[in-house]
């Protein structure tokens, strides 16, 4: 009942909508008021363009990309954080070569765009592997990774967070982060 | 090989959408050709991704595709009939003064240009980790979304709850090439972007009674940088911009069947539009509630037909049944709200003026949006002082209502610090009122100046 009573408040109205066809348009005698009308609306689509132009002429910056690639955005991210191309297919080739069961485990550090970047990629790019992500406070994960029994994980990225002196090698993400396999490369 | 798949991708992609386009619009006796291609992509996308994602139940690889294929063919097969049928005219608008003539070249411009500032731009954060992460992993699980993916504390920050209109056009794409591929994949967006300008200047057209202003109002939508050519807009992949172009729709066409001869060819796009907008994404459940809320007060009222009632159903029974099926994989997501309850309400309402502040400097931000928001808002206020007349009334109410929904929301977030929440959330949820905002600042102008109402409309009686 309430309902129907707001219907009515809204919508209970005696004129007909004002929606017509382009064809119903009809000429309308120009007035001074009119004039002033016009000219303040004219004014305003002005503004409105003006306004925009800087950000508008800034999306045309930038090179055409050279060719295409699978990999066209992930690659140019990587390249951007780490500074290495063609980063994708080589992370995957990497992962691939892990035995399969085995989770990839990321540090990521807190309030780090970052590190949350290069974890979110590595974990857009392990599929169809596991992926668990470890949250840690600073830039040391020595805690944290005692407490990891080692063949529980397949590989280990480190987000911007230094890997441990004792866990050498691995692969290069660049000054930012490291992936290093844990399990050993499955027969293939 | 990779265009001819995209061309196949895109041309099924049609033929379905514009099979069910075609039994819409046939039922009007003529048939504007532009309005029929711009419904055809945006009805074809929603068609295809959730065609995919029903088959992908019984059936995947290339068994799925060629069902899915077939089904294109014969929605086209079955629309060829039914034109045949009701033999509608075809009408391709073409414009009929210099100034028409001017206005249609910029805006072609505007289109071209938004296809090449695509190629330069990679997929956003969101474009590549939220969306496209789900045509890749379909893609390459035989074009069937796993119960893993779903499930994975691991993938949560991919929002594995979003629905998949957009995601799985992509799949669509990656089937017919025969690899996931990151380039083509945003080849979806600049399209969405033409079909979105050509709907704004059409319905603006067909709102405001002047083809120019419809026409200026799509040329306006490239100069809002935050929908075109910003992060989160257009050319970055973010299922956002589709989605304000499906509630333009959904509103114009609502709009439209407030006049008595529309309502038979514009009541049934309006709730197709309902029902696609729960399937692009979470959000578009709200701007679905709200529209088919206006819809039914407007029944309610006895401005609609009492019989139009069953339409408002099958969107939310999509916006229904996708929640239900998120519950049965069990899916992992972050949580960002809160439960909606009244001690949540209590508790958190002081955090009102803090959120409106944040949107406040948000909208004024000239790098992101231009005048855009002044404007808009003095064309809200404009219709709301023109409140006695229905369409004025409703226009207004369908861009308030969703941005009061979106602030308030904010109220439940369920981070730390609530605000951050706010701000990296709240452009895109803006993003999805533009165009509906544009249609306000038209009609403004339009009354503005013309001076009032226009010489066709009828006689006015006050409430």
């Known amino acids: 009942m309430r309902l129907l009573e707001l219907a009515s408040a809204l919508f209970r109205v005696r004129e007909i909508t004002a929606i017509q066809s382009n064809e119903g348009t009809a000429t309308v005698p120009l007035t001074l008021a009119r004039m002033i009308r016009r000219v303040i609306c004219a004014g305003f689509i002005g ?6 132009v800087p950000s508008v002429s800034r999306a045309f910056a930038g090179p055409f990309p050279k060719r295409i690639d699978a990999f066209h955005s992930s690659d140019t991210y990587f390249e951007k954080v780490t500074g290495l191309a063609h980063e994708s297919q080589r992370i995957i080739d990497a992962l691939d070569s892990l035995p399969p069961g085995k989770p990839l485990l990321v540090f990521n550090r807190d309030k780090d765009p970052i590190s949350s970047w290069l974890g979110m990629a590595l974990a857009y790019l392990a599929w169809p592997r596991e992926v668990r992500f470890e949250l840690i406070e600073g830039p040391r994960c020595d805690q944290q990774l005692a407490k990891i029994a080692p063949d529980s994980i397949g590989a280990i990225a480190f987000c911007n967070v230094q890997p441990p002196r004792w866990l050498p090698g691995g692969m290069s993400l660049g000054q930012y982060g490291k992936l290093v396999a844990v399990a050993k490369p499955a027969a293939k | ?26 039922r009007k006796g003529s048939i504007n050709v532009a309005e029929w291609i711009c419904l055809s992509w945006l009805f074809g996308v929603c068609a295809i991704s959730f065609l995919l994602w029903v088959g992908g139940n ?13 089904l294109a063919l014969a929605s086209a097969i079955l629309a060829r009939r039914a034109l045949s049928r009701v ?9 009929r003064n210099w100034c028409e003539w001017l206005l249609s070249a910029v805006l072609a411009i505007q289109i071209v240009a938004i296809f090449l500032i695509s190629l330069k731009h990679t997929l956003g954060w969101d474009g590549l980790f939220v969306w496209e992460i789900k045509a890749r992993y379909a893609f390459l699980n035989g074009g069937v979304l796993p119960d893993a993916y779903f499930q994975g504390p691991g993938r949560a920050f991919s929002h594995p709850d979003y629905p998949l209109a957009i995601p799985f056009a992509q799949l669509w794409i990656y089937l017919w090439l025969g690899e996931a591929n990151q380039f083509w994949a945003k080849s979806i967006f600049p399209i969405f972007y033409g079909v979105g300008a050509v709907i704004l200047a059409l319905l603006g057209s067909r709102i405001t009674g002047r083809r120019w202003i419809g026409l200026l109002l799509a040329i306006l939508l490239f100069f809002v940088p935050q929908a075109s050519l910003s992060t989160g807009s257009a050319v970055v992949g973010y299922a956002d911009f589709p989605l304000a172009i499906v509630y333009l729709a959904a509103v114009g066409y609502l709009l ?8 038979e060819s514009a009541v049934p796009i309006f709730a197709t539009c309902l029902i696609c907008l729960p399937w692009i994404k979470n959000e578009g459940a709200i701007l679905c509630l709200v529209a088919a809320g206006f819809a039914a007060l407007l029944i309610l009222a006895g ?9 408002l159903v099958p969107g939310l029974v999509m916006a229904i049944g996708w929640r239900l099926f998120l519950r049965s994989v069990q899916v992992a997501s972050t949580v960002d709200f809160v439960s909606i309850n009244k001690e949540s309400l209590v508790g958190n309402f002081n955090r009102l003026p803090s ?29 709301i002082y023109r409140w006695r007349y229905l369409t004025e009334r409703l226009l207004a109410l369908l861009i308030v209502t969703p941005l009061v929904l979106y602030s308030g929301i904010y109220v439940f977030s ?21 165009p509906v905002g544009l249609l306000g600042i038209g009609l403004a102008v339009s009354e503005i100046v013309y001076g009032g109402r226009r010489a066709t409309d009828p006689p006015v009686e006050a409430n």
């Open chain 1, 47 to 52: 503004l409105f363009i003006w306004s925009s």
């Open chain 2, 1 to 26: 090989m990779s265009f001819l798949g995209l061309a196949g991708a895109l041309g099924t992609l049609l033929l379905l959408g514009g099979g069910i386009s075609t039994v819409l619009l046939a």
């Open chain 2, 58 to 70: 019984f059936l995947n690889g290339a068994t799925l595709q060629s069902l899915v294929g077939g």
């Open chain 2, 87 to 95: 033999q509608p005219s075809l009408r391709i608008p073409r414009p």
């Open chain 2, 256 to 263: 439209a069947s407030l006049k008595p001869e529309n309502s």
């Open chain 2, 303 to 311: 401005r609609l037909p009492r019989r139009y009632c069953f339409v």
């Open chain 2, 355 to 383: 959120i409106y502040r944040v949107i406040f400097a948000e909208v004024s931000a000239l790098e992101s949006w231009g005048i855009f928001w002044l404007a808009a808002g003095l064309a809200v206020l404009f219709l």
């Open chain 2, 414 to 434: 369920a981070w730390n610090h609530y605000l951050d929440h706010v701000a990296s959330s709240v452009p895109r949820l803006l993003m999805q009122l533009v």
